[in-house]
């Protein structure tokens, strides 16, 4: 099993060393990756100790970002 990094700023928990990448545990919905964590929270933090500054080595898709207008 991965060790879960913490993050300091937001809370959230990263499984690190995961086959196919880091996971995201999101305090609700399912996991997700460091890029999608970088498109809805990291990127408006401006505090050190954010553990997820640049996003991973994932680019965020379209899906990524936090949209309020998608039918649920």
């Known amino acids: 099993m991965a060790a879960p990094q913490t993050c300091p700023m937001c809370g959230v928990k990263i499984l690190v ?22 498109a809805r929270v990291c990127r408006y933090v401006d505090k050190p100790g954010c553990i997820n500054k ?6 965020a898709s379209p899906n990524d970002y936090y949209n309020p207008d998608l039918p649920r």
């Open 17 to 38: 060393g995961i086959v196919g990448g880091d996971r995201v545990l999101f305090s609700a919905g399912p996991p997700g990756t460091r890029a999608r964590l970088y």
């Open 54 to 59: 640049d996003g991973g080595s994932q680019t």
